[in-house]
């Protein structure tokens, strides 16, 4: 087998990972963070994170810290390598190459809590987090980017969703990922046209008629943005 030598010239850095990763709390997107524990930006919420230990996947990596930091078991096929940030300056401690990854969190995952040199773990607003450590704000950002692309060419909407839901509900969450209002009318309608979408033949009762609750088609081909 033969060694890897480097050249003088070449950049002696460190590797490590960052999650992004998303829930849908009371109709607000929201990502995790984790208060940190050590310098630098000790007490700064930052996003998950940390350095690649010797012989880790990437991937694994990021399951790891994402578990240890915040108690949070994420199936691998959740996580998603998105962007490489590489900054000179990053990190004050010296050239360190973060790979971001990001995730959506599954209906019902809530309760966090901090671990390993994290002082804790909680719920931010995604589009109004505190002020953050690193450039985590500039990771954040490229994932809500991606998150917005993703949900205008896949169904990503249906997995902040329990298996059945109201199109109110999932008007919601189009509405908490790109920060805006939609019209109720047309949103419905291109939705709809889609065929991405049946029936349960179950309603939701509640203040007023019942709730007409949809599933996601167990045929789905997207041929362009919803």
């Known amino acids: 087998m033969s060694t890897l030598i480097l050249p003088p010239q070449a950049t002696q850095a460190g590797l490590a990972v960052d999650i992004a990763a998303f829930a849908m709390h009371d109709g607000?997107?929201?990502?995790?963070?984790?208060?940190?524990?050590?310098?630098?930006?000790?007490?700064?919420?930052?996003?998950?994170?940390?350095?690649?230990?010797?012989?880790?996947?990437?991937?694994?990596?990021?399951?790891?810290?994402?578990r240890v930091k915040t108690t949070v078991e994420l199936e691998p096929r959740l996580l998603e390598q998105f962007y490489t940030f590489g900054a000179v300056g990053r990190d004050p401690r010296g050239r360190v190459v973060s790979v971001a990854h990001m995730a959506v969190l599954p209906h019902g995952t809530v309760r966090v809590s901090g671990g390993g040199n994290a002082l804790g773990a909680g719920w931010f607003p995604a589009?109004?987090?505190?002020?953050?450590?690193?450039?985590?704000?500039?990771?954040?950002?490229?994932?809500?980017?991606?998150?917005?692309?993703?949900?205008?060419?896949?169904?990503?909407?249906?997995?902040?969703?329990?298996?059945?839901?109201?199109?109110?509900e999932l008007q919601g969450v189009y509405e908490a990922i790109l920060n805006k209002r939609l019209d109720k009318r047309n949103f419905r309608k291109r939705l709809l046209s889609q065929g991405v979408l049946t029936t349960s033949g179950e309603r939701r009762s509640g203040v007023g008629r019942p709730a007409q609750l949809y599933r996601k088609a167990s045929r789905v081909r997207i041929p362009g943005p919803l």
Not at 28 to 42: D, I, K, N, T, W
Not at 139 to 158: G, T
């Open 28 to 66: 607000e997107l929201q990502v995790l963070l984790v208060e940190r524990g050590s310098l630098p930006h000790a007490r700064t919420w930052a996003l998950p994170g940390g350095f690649v230990l010797q012989g880790e996947e990437l991937n694994e990596a990021a399951l790891r810290e994402l």
């Open 127 to 168: 589009h109004t987090p505190p002020p953050l450590a690193f450039d985590h704000h500039e990771i954040l950002r490229h994932a809500i980017d991606r998150l917005q692309i993703r949900l205008e060419y896949a169904l990503l909407a249906l997995e902040f969703l329990p298996d059945t839901f109201t199109l109110p």
